[in-house]
């Protein structure tokens, strides 16, 4: 990418870009100084929180924060499947370990981008280690790495609130194109990794299917928080049973929608998971 | 009508008659003159620029937005009627009731998205399912994950282009179920292939598409041409 160029294209529209940017010299030293520190996939979001502060939309701190939630999820996914992945004779056969490797390395890698991109926009990313987990939820999944069905009905969980936690934090990200589609980009990572959970609790016996039916989680009262809402057949005032004069059932209709939560619902859900 | 006469519709062609078209612009400024040659050459031009305006007008700002996904989940939907109407050869009860509850709910977001639009959707799409074999579980299924792929890079490069929160939140809704029936077709396919390297990238983040890449693959099932030429850029 020349950023140059980039730059020189934008001057033929508003030719005092330098000025907003401070001047040109500013601009491409503070660039050279971050692209030394950012994975190069982030630089959009760099640019794009230049420009931003360039043409005086002042959202970053509200993105900024939103990404520290964001990442704040991605270190719990992260770790808790650090932890699975580690752990001797929890997972049964390669098949699921390829699968929960996968995913491990999915959740490192947002990890990681997310650090990035906060950085990138002038903000301090936050950081968790392992000591700072509680997967057991102070005993409510107490034999979480002992018992592999509880891991996975963790996992699931897991992966169906990190799916309705980003749905519900795209509003604020509105303001930054480069970030809301990086958001995105991630949203539905984890609806795939959901899916594939899902599916693997089913071929353990579990009443699941990949999407969400109504609001039931196959699980238990423990994890409910993660599923209420999630029984809502009315879309935008729109009933979508039997809609159109076409067979659609209740549970089709909750399943063909996945429903956002609040950072707030998203909060009290995790809590018990930190140490 | 000179200029219509030379239009064409694929991007690679477009490319080259972009040239010819330079000179038939000067032809035709050189034999007209005077303002009256201006204004209709500026109006010609607007329509050379814009090489795929014909066909079904999917509409400019939000509304172009939601008929372009009311389009594709048209699309989606009419593939999984045909599916669960013959099904492929060995297709197993568990396949079947899957592919089931997919076809459920494309007709719901396609019903929902008509609905939504009421009077400014878009007509109901003719497709073109020639290059599918119904009775071949390799040909549903390659399909299936194409067009799921497909959609979900589509509602993920369409995000930005909304400008109407509540809008943004109803294609998230829609999105993350998108993305379940690609990881489950994909494992239909090959176990464990619900998010790999072929759909997820280094960054463990899923693909986005801008519309005019998305109508490119979905154009040879759509008998129906479409119009995106209005639709929001950024």
């Known amino acids: 990418m020349n950023v140059q160029n980039i730059i020189n294209q934008i001057e033929k529209v508003d030719p005092e870009v330098y000025e907003k940017l401070d001047s040109r010299r500013d601009v491409m030293k503070g660039f050279a100084k971050a692209s030394g520190r950012i994975a190069l996939a982030a630089i959009p979001l760099a640019l794009g929180s230049m420009f931003q502060k360039a043409y005086g939309q002042s959202n970053t701190t509200l993105i900024a924060d939103t990404l520290n939630f964001a990442l704040t999820l991605e270190y719990i996914e992260a770790n808790f499947y650090i932890k699975g992945v580690a752990t001797s004779g929890l997972i049964p056969s390669p098949e699921a370990l390829a699968a929960l490797t996968t995913i491990r390395d999915h959740e490192n890698a947002h990890v990681s981008f997310l650090r990035t991109a906060i950085t990138s926009l002038g903000a301090t990313p936050v950081t968790f280690t392992a000591a700072q987990f509680d997967f057991t939820a102070g005993g409510a999944f107490a034999d979480v790495f002992s018992n592999y069905d509880t891991f996975l009905a963790v996992a699931q969980t897991f992966e169906d609130t990190g799916v309705r936690a980003y749905k519900g934090q795209a509003g604020n990200l509105m303001s930054n194109n480069d970030v809301l589609t990086a958001a995105l980009n991630i949203h539905s990572v984890e609806a795939r990794h959901a899916a594939h959970i899902r599916q693997m609790r089913k071929a353990r016996g579990a009443n699941v299917k990949p999407w969400i039916t109504g609001n039931d989680s196959g699980i238990g009262p423990s994890v409910q928080a993660s599923y209420n809402g999630e029984e809502i057949t009315t879309q935008a005032g729109v009933n979508i049973v039997n809609i159109g004069g076409f067979t659609i059932s209740s549970a089709a209709a909750s399943e063909a929608f996945d429903e956002p939560l609040t950072k707030e619902q998203v909060t009290t859900i995790v809590t018990p998971f930190f140490a | ?234």
């Open chain 2, 1 to 234: 009508m000179l200029f219509k006469t030379s239009k064409h519709h694929n991007p690679v062609e477009t490319l080259a008659e972009n040239e010819l078209k330079a000179v038939s612009r000067r032809n035709f400024l050189g034999y007209f003159g005077g303002a009256a040659a201006l204004m209709a050459t500026a109006a010609a031009c607007k329509k050379d620029d814009a090489p795929s305006n014909t066909g079904v007008n999917l509409g400019s700002g939000d509304t172009g937005i939601l008929n372009y996904a009311y389009a594709l989940e048209q699309l989606e939907a009419a593939f999984y009627t045909q599916v669960a109407l013959t099904p492929y050869s060995g297709i197993t009860a568990a396949e079947s009731s899957l592919l089931t509850d997919i076809r459920d709910h494309e007709i719901a977001h396609r019903e929902f998205f008509k609905a939504a639009l009421a009077g400014n959707a878009i007509q109901a799409l003719e497709v073109n399912f020639s290059s599918i074999d119904f009775s071949s579980r390799d040909s549903v299924l390659g399909t299936a994950k194409a067009f799921e792929d497909l959609g979900v890079t589509a509602y993920n490069g369409a995000g930005k282009l909304i400008t109407t929160p509540d809008y943004l939140v109803l294609a998230g809704k829609i999105v993350s179920v998108e993305a379940r029936h690609a990881a489950l077709i994909r494992d239909l396919i090959s176990n464990g292939s619900f998010a790999d390297s072929t759909a997820i990238d280094a960054n463990g983040l899923d693909l986005s598409r801008t519309p005019p890449q998305v109508l490119a693959i979905a154009a040879p099932f759509l008998k129906t041409a479409l119009n995106a030429s209005n639709l929001p850029t950024s």
